[in-house]
């Protein structure tokens, strides 16, 4: 499937995961990517990846770090530049942190605001020229089920969430009449980076019984109908669907990927 022949992409938070797998999917229905990510070990990997599929030479790897405003100025420029202009923008940069909210300093506080939520306006803002140069263009934000549902220790990721719907929603507004489309995803329950991680970051004293209602009801292990963490690839494939042309009435909303877990 080529749905997106031609298709100039930038994919933040690149190097593993989410971003990792939609660059790779992205790849395979024919779009140039330039894959952008803080750590360049995990770029290494993306592109042994798509070395591996043989789309190698429509990637370009990029160290950004969209916390630090020069960086991604420099970054977009660069891949504008790589690309001969932009299509889409997928924006799957971000961190998690958990702790109890009386126990959060406004230090750890500003720093995930800091990441997802202004790294995510940087991005889109600088962006966003090459964007309206052309007469259709998406951009698609990571926001999370946190966002619309209530999960325990991450009130601060769970508010730079919300912050990214609101802000997409005021793009797909404010730039529809140009052909803008402005999109979350909102996953849940999806094993990445981020997810394999969190257990390092829960506090200790964390009561676990609070998680249970965020678990899949969809099996993810279709021989023993078990439910577990979905794979990144479902989200990818939501993602490759929304900058095509197969999501051409589409903007301005959450799409969740969750397995269920809030039906």
């Known amino acids: 499937m080529n749905r997106l022949e031609d298709s100039r ?28 990510d803080v750590c360049p070990e995990g770029l290494e990997k993306t592109r042994a990846l798509a ?20 960086s991604v100025v420099d970054g977009v420029r660069s891949a504008v530049d790589t690309l001969g202009g ?6 799957a940069a971000g961190i998690l942190r958990a702790s109890h909210t009386h126990h959060t300093s406004v230090d750890l506080w500003n ?13 889109v803002r600088e962006a966003l020229p090459a964007l309206l140069d052309n007469p259709r263009s ?13 999960v325990p220790y991450v009130a601060a990721y769970a508010a730079s969430k919300g912050g990214i719907q609101s802000f997409t929603h005021s793009l797909a507004l404010e730039y529809g009449r140009e052909g803008l489309r402005a999109v979350c995803v909102a996953p849940g329950g999806i094993k990445s ?3 394999d991680a969190t257990p390092g970051y829960v506090p200790s004293d964390a009561d676990w019984t609070l998680f249970a209602k965020l678990s899949p009801v969809l099996p993810t292990d279709p021989g023993s109908g078990v439910a577990g963490m979905g794979d990144p690839s479902a989200v990818a ?13 589409v903007t301005g909303t959450e799409i969740r990927i969750d397995g269920g877990a809030h039906a």
């Open 9 to 36: 992409i930038l994919v933040t938070g690149a190097a593993s995961g989410l971003g990792q797998a939609t660059s790779l999917r992205l790849l395979d229905e024919g779009a140039s990517v330039v894959a952008a």
């Open 51 to 70: 070395q591996e599929s043989g789309f190698d030479k429509r990637l370009t790897t990029l160290e950004m770090n969209i916390g630090d405003e020069p």
């Open 86 to 91: 932009l299509d889409a923008l997928v924006n």
């Open 111 to 123: 720093q995930i605001i800091g990441v997802n939520l202004t790294g995510t306006f940087l991005v």
């Open 138 to 150: 998406t951009i698609v934000n990571f926001s999370s089920t946190s966002a619309s549902f209530a």
């Open 193 to 195: 980076g981020i997810t």
């Open 237 to 249: 494939g939501v993602i490759a669907m929304l900058v095509s042309e197969d999501g051409a009435f």
